[in-house]
Each structure stands twice: as C-alpha cells, then as structure tokens.
C-alpha cells in the first residue's frame, strides 16, 4: 500500500477539493485512515482556499482539471521547457496528475510561469501548484506506461537511448540524425514570425539560425540547434502541437541539411551567431544590439523578444509553444498598419482597402497628408493587422516594395466634418465587401501568402476562359495558366509574377461581370 497510495495521499493535500472530495488527510503522515470521511471538516475548508502560491515549493506539482483523453506525454510537455522531469503519477478518473521535476528551482519556474499564462492541454485550461510531496515514490508496476514514456522523453533529454523493452513510440527512441529540423505550418489562420519560432523553439536548447520561405504557398522554416539532441527534444515535444488555439500546428521533421548558410539578418532568416551579417535588399535590417541580444538570449525561457513582430507577450509566445495559449487576449497591439514606401501616384485608399482586405477587415484607411508615400490601415483587430504585416511586408505594389509595420495609433482619425482632406481617408466600416464578418466564414481557411496564382469564384454561367484571360490581361499582366473548376463557377488563373497577381487582385476583385455576379478574387495555394 505504500506505493501509489500514499503518494496520492501526500501529494492531494495541496489539491484542495479535487483528488477525494472532501476526504482530505489531517495530516501528510496519516496514511489512509482518513479516506471514508472521517477528516476534519475544518482542515478541509482551510485547504480548499488555500492558494497555489501559498504552498513551500516542491519540485512535485499537483495538476488539475485535466481533459479526459490525456496522455502522459502531454502532460510531461508541461514540464520539459523547465527542466528534466523526473517521474510521472497520472490519476485517470479523477483527471488529475502528479509531475516531479528535477529540481525545486525548475518547478519554481514553472509554477510562476503558469500563474502568469494559464495552461491549456487539449483548449481545456488546467491548474498546476506544488504538492506536499518532497518526491514520487511510484510502484512501477502500476504505472508502467507512464514510466516508458518517461524514460523516453528522458532518454532524449540526455541524449542517450531508452532500454529495450519501453513501449514509448519510435520518434522518441531513434537519435536524432541532424541538428537541423524542417517545420510547416498548417492551418496559418494567424501569421507566425521568426520572432515567435526563436521564442517557442529556444525552449529546447541554443536556436543557431533559422530561415522562413514560402513553398507550396505554405509558410515553411528551416531551423538549426547547435546540437542534434536538441533537435529531437523539440520534435518529440512540439511536432502536431497548435502554436495558437486551434490553428497553426507544427509538423516536424528533421532536415537533409545538417548546417545553415544563412546570408543575411532580416525578416525572413537570422543567424544568432553572426549579429553582424546585412539585411539584404529590400529587407528591414535587425538592429545590431537586437542581433545581439537574440544571441545572448535564445537560451532565456521568458526572455522579453526585442523587436519582436508577433503580438504576443513573450511569456504568451513561450506557452504558445504547446499550444496553450490562445492569440486574443494577450495582444498588447492595436489594429493599425502604417505602410510606407508606397507608390503615391498610384496608391488610393480603395486600392489598400482591397490588398489588406484579403487578410481582414479594414475599417478605416488615410493616406498621410505630407507623406503621401504612407498610410494608416485600420483592421478589424490587432490578430488581422498581424496577419496583413506578416504577409505584405516586403511585396511589391505598383512598382515598389512596400513596407508594413504595426503603427502607435490605436485608431485612425477621421477628418473633422466639412474640412476636405482631397479623399485621403476613407471609412469602410459598414463597407459590404469585408472577407471576414461573418464568423466561421470559410474564407478564413483560404488565407495564403500573395501568389501569382489567383483563384476566382463567381464567376457568371456565360463567361468563358478567354473573356477571363482577357481582362485580367488587361490589368497589366500576362496570363500564364487557367483552370476552371468542374462546375464553372471557380477557376485558378496565374499570372506571370505575384506582383502582377497581386494588382489583378486589386483591380479585379468584386469586378462587375454583368446580372450582379460580383467577382471574388483571392490568392491560392495551388499551382495550375
């Protein structure tokens, strides 16, 4: 009886009301003989207020309010970015946990950590505080599955290899042939950063370099550790995780590449280890002392990102990691863009109404007065105003290479009533061609980077391939492919350059085909 019991027995005292409802023990030496009831009502009600704070720490912590369908494995995840854990109780129809860590100072972390951040397995938010218990003394035999899959994660964290006979899955046990991993990234609803990969990823050992690309329209990244075991302790914990509630999951797998030659420091690649490299063309440069401070701070759990893009909190953005934290709710950000660079003999408000259209709703748009070759963009929230800068930044709209950066105005200011300001700003809150109004509405799903692919609906029964090929050649481009779908109502249509594709989009979209049929423009992810 002195296996699991009394190790719940000790451990559930921290856990107020949860573990045996009202049966709590006097005290952490009275074994079992108070399980039927028989403690004192008192004591119970002071331990249910009792406060997770209010605890000596232990390098055991009591988890809570745990989801149903749990696994081990996910509830160790909780603990790896603090530290080795050490040993794992689960109590499965009670939905709670008992995870030893291997130092009192790692679950110290952690505690303060989640108090800041509150932890979610599987969307469902969980409460984690230390337990009365010094240590888990498990009976192995009882708690055999738990046990393999520790030992696995443990065998990763040192480097070494399970032995035989452990039931953990393969991916743990086979070491890890490259420092290098490749990562996609499904279901982008919401825009991820280099920023936010460094913050998320450091948590397993030294982030060397990383670089982002798009391919297949999907947004991919190469990123280098300066050790291959630390490449397998992130796969293991972080591959199939969502980095925001419900969207974008990590899909990891271990690179060809063994070593990154990374050219420049900017947006889209980094190499910690040589803050000195340029910015490239065309690319906003990393300041120095940021470089710098990336390099001294990859291995900072909590460390604050300098400059970092990502509306997130960095405490958020290290949470985000197991996919706990959703992205509302932590966004310090407002909804407005400031683009700059753009060509300001072209540019209208209704032109950047419709590019920025595709990643939300811009509600309000005004071009600056002395600095025509900028503009304040209004979206609907800082999450859409995130996603638009994510993908916008860097592309070229008539001409130049335009630039889009989170704005210090929280919002954009009309013109006073009767003053004229020459139609340089515009209000399109109550505008009927907002993607995104309707919640739920599919187009959230279809929100791909500009490419020269563009996919077309609403198209009227009488148009056909030459009559679209025609006016999208019109808009200055040339068509390089067309694909109707079976039913004529869609197509894909590719431009030569996205460049091309993204003023076809701007000119095109909710073009007047005839009978009301108003046409849908997007960009897609397919190639023709």
Avoid: W
Wanted: glycine share 6%; hydrophobic share 40%; charged share 20%.
């Amino acid at each position: 009886m002195d296996g699991i019991a009394s190790d719940v027995a000790v451990g559930v005292k921290r856990g107020s009301d949860e573990l045996l409802s009202g049966s709590l023990y006097n005290s952490p030496n009275s074994g079992m003989s108070s399980i039927n009831g028989t403690s004192n009502g008192s004591d119970s009600k002071k331990l249910r207020v009792e406060d997770r704070m209010d605890a000596p720490p232990s390098r055991v912590l009591h988890i809570r309010k745990l989801p149903n369908e749990v696994t081990e494995t996910e509830i160790i995840a909780l603990g790896l970015p603090f530290g080795k854990v050490t040993n794992i109780l689960t109590l499965k129809g009670k939905n709670q946990a008992f995870l030893e860590l291997g130092t009192e100072e790692a679950a110290m972390t952690m505690v303060n950590y989640y108090t800041a951040v509150t932890p979610h397995v599987r969307n469902v938010p969980i409460y984690i505080q230390y337990s009365n218990h010094k240590e888990l003394k498990t009976d192995n035999a009882g708690n055999q599955r738990a046990q393999a899959v520790l030992q696995a994660v443990s065998a990763v964290q040192s480097g070494g290899t399970p032995t035989s006979g452990s039931t953990a899955s393969e991916s743990a046990l086979t070491p890890a042939p490259s420092p290098v991993l490749r990562i996609i990234i499904d279901n982008m609803f919401y825009p991820v950063t280099l920023d936010v990969l460094q913050q998320i990823f450091s948590k397993f050992g030294t982030v060397m370099k990383i670089i982002t690309f798009t391919k297949n329209n999907q947004f991919q990244a190469l990123l280098q550790y300066n050790d291959p075991v630390n490449a397998q302790q992130a796969k293991v914990a972080l591959d199939g995780q969502n980095i925001y509630n419900a969207c974008c999951t990590l899909r990891i797998d271990y690179s060809k590449l063994v070593n990154l030659n990374v050219k420049y420091n900017n947006d889209k690649s980094r190499d910690y280890t040589r803050p000195e490299l340029p910015a490239g063309d065309g690319q906003p440069a990393v300041d120095p002392s940021v470089a710098a401070a990336f390099s001294k701070d990859s291995n900072s759990l909590l460390g604050k990102i300098p400059g970092a893009l990502s509306p997130l909190s960095a405490a958020a953005a290290a949470a985000a990691a197991a996919g706990r934290v959703a992205l509302s709710g932590h966004s310090g950000a407002s909804g407005v863009l400031l683009a700059s660079n753009l060509n300001e003999e072209m540019v209208t408000p209704q032109s950047l109404f419709t590019l920025f259209g595709v990643y939300g709703d811009v509600q309000r748009v005004k071009i600056l007065y002395n600095k025509k070759d900028s503009a304040l963009i209004q979206m609907a929230d800082a999450n859409q105003a995130q996603l638009a800068m994510s993908h916008l930044n860097g592309q070229k709209m008539y001409g130049k290479i335009i630039r889009v950066t989170m704005s210090k105005h929280q919002t954009v200011q009309l013109p006073r009533e009767g003053l004229d300001d020459q139609g340089l700003t515009k209000d399109f809150t109550n505008s009927p061609l907002h993607r995104f109004k309707k919640p739920g509405s599919k187009n959230f799903q279809n929100i791909f980077p500009p490419s020269a692919t563009l996919h077309l609906s609403n198209i009227p029964p009488d148009i056909t391939e030459e009559d679209l090929r025609v006016l999208f050649s019109n808009s200055g481009g040339t068509v390089k492919a067309f694909k109707f779908f079976q039913d004529h109502k869609m197509a894909l249509l590719q431009m030569t350059t996205v460049e091309e594709a993204i003023q076809a989009l701007i000119d095109l979209h909710n073009y007047n085909m005839g009978d009301n049929h108003h046409l849908r423009v997007s960009f897609s992810k397919s190639t023709i």
